[in-house]
């Protein structure tokens, strides 16, 4: 018995693994994001670095931008 595997099932294993892939990179992107607010917040804002977190957590590209308008003190 042979066992050949059809060019349509590797094709969408193939694509399944692309977007793992760049499901988990746009993952870990949001992870760093979410530590360097954190980080950032610490030492350059005057409002809770916990609560810049969780915004970014929830919005994170609207939340970086607040973050960068509102949030930074210019030191």
Same mark, same amino acid.
């Given at each position: ?5 059809s060019? $349509?099932l590797? !094709? *969408?294993?193939?694509?399944? /693994?692309?977007? =793992?892939?760049? *499901?988990?990179? =746009?993952? @870990? @992107? #949001?992870?760093?994001?979410? @530590? &360097?607010?954190?980080?950032?917040? !610490?030492?350059?804002?005057? #409002?809770?670095?916990? $609560? &810049?977190a $969780?915004? @970014? =957590? =929830?919005?994170?590209?609207? /939340? ?6 509102? /949030?930074?003190?210019?030191?």
């Amino acid at each position: 018995m042979s066992t050949v595997m059809s060019p $349509l099932l590797l !094709q *969408g294993a193939a694509a399944a /693994g692309i977007a =793992f892939l760049i *499901g988990l990179l =746009f993952f @870990v @992107v #949001h992870l760093a994001m979410i @530590v &360097w607010t954190y980080s950032d917040a !610490q030492s350059r804002s005057d #409002h809770p670095p916990i $609560l &810049w977190a $969780l915004i @970014v =957590f =929830f919005a994170p590209i609207l /939340g970086i931008l607040l973050y960068f308008i509102i /949030g930074r003190n210019s030191y």
